[in-house]
């Protein structure tokens, strides 16, 4: 954890040096970042980010969308850090969208350029992004699970956009992603109605990767972690930007021609992970990776 609710002191995290056990959880202070409505730790390659507002069911208002886009572009800068899990403190919510109630009494609603929780409009990010869904993904919530790469639910987990029951539309990322990531006529059946989808139907139609219980969440989410850490971080990077960008090509020979034009496709090309890889495997070894 960087910092708790209410902490004086700032805090920022390290991960941990080559030497030490990549299990161990880093928390050092720090005067370069304070946080409040978030925690944050880092395991070895790994950062937990931890939505920290349980009391409001971990909606967000302005300040904490300032201070979760700080968060991430410091997880997006730091070559140390390859992978990150983003859950909700407690075990009723994950995020339940916009902090209404906060709004309606005035307070701002306005927003970074990387979006909502700072990851919605964050299109730039090539480091996998994995959501631990532990419970109400509601709104902008569910937007955040949209725009992670993978999504691992606990079994109470429920998922809905339902902005339109409060006048209001889906505008950060869901009826974007979801039409994209599960097809036309199933999104719509979610987007236009504002129903429930339970963490089995979210399996069934494809926008969620495993179910587990509650107590298994974030464990399950270590280990889909640990199985990209297996990998090249230069590839996966890559490998993410070319599946992404490539679905907004005009057509799959476009994309064949496009995909080693992309930055993170350039900087895998010329790193020296695609070498090592190849030794590796001839020497009968472990690959070790330098992320660059």
């Known amino acids: 954890m960087v910092a708790g609710r209410g902490a004086k002191r700032k805090f920022a995290v390290k991960s941990a040096s080559r030497g030490d056990n990549p299990g161990l959880t880093h928390r050092i202070p720090e005067d370069a970042l304070a946080l409040e409505f978030c925690s944050v730790a880092r ?16 909606a967000l ?4 969308h300032f201070e979760l886009a700080r968060v991430f572009d410091e997880f997006a800068a730091d070559p ?8 909700g403190a407690g075990e009723k919510a994950f995020c339940t ?9 005035g307070a701002s609603n306005e ?5 909502f929780a700072g ?3 964050r299109f730039d990010l090539d480091k996998p992004l994995i959501a631990a869904v532990n419970g109400a993904a509601m709104g902008g919530g569910f937007e955040i699970a949209l725009a992670c790469d993978l999504v691992v639910a606990a079994e109470n987990a429920v998922f809905a956009l339902p902005e339109p029951r409060v006048g209001l539309a889906a505008v950060v990322g869901g009826v974007h992603r979801l039409p994209r990531q599960i097809g036309m006529k199933r999104a719509m059946g979610i987007i236009l109605t504002g129903r429930r989808v339970d963490a089995k139907e979210a399996l069934s139609l494809g926008f969620v990767n495993e179910v587990v219980p509650q107590s298994e969440l974030l464990d399950a989410a270590r280990k889909w972690a640990g199985q990209i850490l297996e990998c090249s971080p230069m590839s996966v990077r890559a490998s993410k930007e070319m599946a992404r960008r490539g679905l907004d090509e005009p057509s799959l020979e476009a994309a064949f021609a496009a995909q080693l034009g992309y930055p993170a496709a350039k900087a895998w090309k010329a790193s020296q992970d695609i070498l090592e890889g190849p030794r590796a495997f001839a020497e009968k070894r472990k690959p070790e990776w330098k992320g660059r």
């Open 43 to 58: 395991e070895g390659r790994v950062t937990i980010v931890t939505l920290n507002r349980p009391e409001v069911m971990n």
């Open 61 to 64: 208002h302005s300040a904490a």
């Open 80 to 87: 140390e850090q390859w992978v990150a899990i983003v859950t």
């Open 97 to 105: 969208g916009s902090d209404l109630k906060a709004i309606a009494k």
């Open 111 to 115: 927003r970074p350029p990387s979006g």
């Open 119 to 121: 990851l919605t409009s």
